[in-house]
């Protein structure tokens, strides 16, 4: 019998392991040299932020978000977020989405950084800026650095080094 329902929670500390080995299969080793990996190195993502889908006892999908800079404004960085390959095109990443977005906002915080593709991303509300208006500390390609405002003006001025909050 096949699950067809997911749940989208709060990620909890037993959520760990599985959560780790859903990224291992969605991006391999070579994930740890990426500019927005970098950014979550050493930093604590923050789990009033980051949430799990699952179906029955299955964890299916995961988005974290971690407190970052650009430039002196504090922003949150969103990723990975990654989604169970027989699970994918069915809704969980995009509920995982605008629930992480809609607590971000609750919460107060202002912008949203993730280094993704713009057409799946693009109808939550983000957008690319000039190109290296927003610095990473290693390659990405600029049409793939998009922001997200949560609270009006947020993008006014927004720019810099994009670095850890520590």
């Given at each position: 019998?096949?699950?067809?329902s997911?749940?989208?929670?709060?990620?909890?500390?037993?959520?760990?392991d599985?959560?780790?080995?859903l990224?291992?299969?969605?991006?391999?080793?070579?994930?740890?040299?990426?500019?927005?990996?970098l950014?979550?190195?050493?930093?604590?993502?923050?789990?009033?932020?980051?949430?799990?889908?699952?179906?029955?006892?299955?964890?299916?999908?995961?988005?974290?978000?971690?407190?970052?800079?650009?430039g002196?404004?504090?922003?949150?960085?969103?990723?990975?977020?990654?989604?169970?390959?027989?699970?994918?095109?069915?809704?969980?990443?995009?509920?995982?989405?605008?629930?992480?977005?809609?607590?971000?906002?609750?919460?107060?915080?202002a912008?949203?950084l993730?280094v993704?593709?713009?057409?799946?991303y693009?109808?939550?509300?983000?957008v690319?800026?000039?190109?290296?208006?927003?610095?990473?500390?290693?390659?990405?390609?600029?049409?793939?650095?998009?922001?997200?405002?949560?609270?009006?003006?947020a993008l006014?001025?927004?720019?810099g080094?994009?670095?850890?909050?520590?």
């Open positions: 019998m096949m699950i067809d997911f749940t989208v929670q709060a990620e909890r500390p037993e959520h760990a599985a959560i780790e080995a990224h291992e299969a969605s991006f391999g080793p070579g994930r740890f040299a990426r500019a927005a990996s950014l979550r190195e050493g930093v604590v993502h923050d789990p009033a932020l980051s949430f799990v889908a699952t179906a029955g006892l299955q964890l299916i999908g995961s988005v974290r978000l971690t407190p970052i800079f650009i002196d404004r504090p922003a949150i960085l969103l990723g990975p977020l990654a989604v169970v390959e027989g699970w994918k095109g069915r809704g969980a990443g995009k509920s995982l989405m605008r629930t992480a977005l809609a607590a971000a906002a609750e919460a107060g915080h912008v949203v993730l993704g593709d713009e057409p799946y693009g109808p939550f509300g983000f690319r800026l000039e190109p290296y208006r927003i610095t990473l500390p290693a390659p990405a390609d600029p049409a793939r650095v998009l922001v997200c405002p949560l609270a009006e003006g006014k001025g927004l720019g080094a994009a670095r850890r909050a520590s």
